[in-house]
């Protein structure tokens, strides 16, 4: 929780343009949010719709066009994991990485592993049927078991308080129960996963992170959307 | 620091450890390497790497560090007092790391799948390298500040990440018969291309273009030959 300490003066001047692009779902975005709320910053939101994007999003993002962008004092910072390591180095407070170059490196190994396999994978797992969603089950499950090892022991990856990969791993925490519910699959039980279901309890609840969640009701919606389009484009095997 | 208590496990051949190797020799540390053998994986690479069983690993003292680029930070962090890879300024680490990611996620992967691919598709991938290529050839022009590296006078994050591909990015172009890095197009890129591969701390660990030509030549036999892969 961010002290109530005074602001100072140079403070002020680094607070004194931020500006954060985003959508209100994309969990790339709340990430970003969660970083700038849990230190305690101040700065400004612009929801963005990706499907009439603002010419300014297309100025500061022109590779990728996307968001999450972070605007400070004009220079946009894009990628969710290089803005969370930015917000780390300048705002001290509430640190997100170890200062241990060894556990830096364990962190950003993990958050990158969410990222590449954790994520496609249980998104595959969400859009396949038939046998390709059995076989991309599977796959979800053996990179989970990977993330419920790195538990062990901990209340959060960061140890007793959230830092980047509990940050990276964020979306579990909400929307891996939406893609449950939508497609009726369960991917993480009790039985293989307790620690995982542990932390999702723990990071969801957490001061901060609780006042962020989009709202269930919004995504349960745009998910059955998305479940719909990709399961109509392909027959069931 | 002894040479035993830094060891890499690498293959000659992989850009992913020649990234390890060029901050190894930038920082001017003495590691051992050892070479895995095509085709097997070591004892110390499944322990050392137990979820992605692959190379680069550098092990420090006890401690197994992997991922390339997790690599290139964590060298950089730990030998503070030679010439530095990432900026100390913190926007321009961003954007260091920014370029970094976008070649892993997104131009190498469309590179690397152009010789195995055919007509649409393959165009599209190419369109897509081009692309990337200009966009990395303005962003040369910008950081570099008329100097002769990404990183200024010396090779930085982005020489290092970008870089270690030129070998793999030659191989496309002869075998895939593609002219990717134009000089027409982006002069800046070849000419840093260049005293890129010169540089001190590189010349020694690129790989030969032929060598890794005949080297693809064997892998994508052994692919045609081998067993369909379990993951």
Known sequence: MSSSAMVTANQLIIMAELKLFRTWSSCFCLRVVWALDLKGIQYDTIFEDLSNKSSLLLQYNPVYKKVPVLVHNGKPLLESLVILEYIDEIWKQTPLLPEDPSERATARFWAKFGDDKVLPSIWNAFIKQGKDQEEAIVTAQENLGCVERQLTGKKFFNGETIGLVDLAFGWLANLLSVFEEVCGVTLIDHEKFPLLLEWIQNFADAPIIKESWPPRDKLITRYQAFHEVYTSKEAPK | ?231
């Open chain 2, 1 to 231: 620091m002894a040479k035993n208590d830094v060891k890499l496990l690498g293959v000659w051949a992989s850009p992913f450890v020649m990234r390890a190797r060029i901050s190894l020799n930038i920082k001017s540390v003495n590691y051992e390497f050892l070479e895995e053998t095509v085709g097997s994986k070591s004892e110390l690479l499944l322990q050392s790497n137990p979820v992605h069983k692959k190379v680069p690993v550098l092990i420090h003292g006890d401690k197994p560090i992997c991922e390339s680029l997790v690599i290139v930070q964590y060298i950089d962090e730990v030998w503070t007092s030679s010439p530095s890879i990432l900026s100390a300024d913190h926007y321009d680490r961003a954007i260091q790391r920014f370029w970094a990611a976008y070649l892993d996620d997104k131009w190498f992967p469309a590179m690397r799948r152009i010789r195995g691919a055919q007509g649409e598709e393959r165009q599209e991938l190419v369109d897509q390298v081009v692309e990337g290529l200009a966009l990395l050839e303005e962003a040369f022009g910008k950081y570099s500040k008329g100097k002769a590296f990404f990183g200024g006078d010396q090779i930085g994050f982005i020489d290092i990440a970008f870089g270690s591909l030129l070998g793999w990015l030659r191989v496309t172009e002869k075998v895939g018969e593609v002219k990717l890095l134009d000089e027409a197009k982006t002069p800046g890129l070849v000419k840093w291309a260049d005293c890129f591969c010169a540089d001190a701390a590189v010349k020694s660990v690129m790989p030969d273009t032929e060598k890794l030509i005949e080297f693809s030549k064997f892998l994508m036999a052994k692919m045609k030959g081998a067993p369909p892969p379990k993951n």
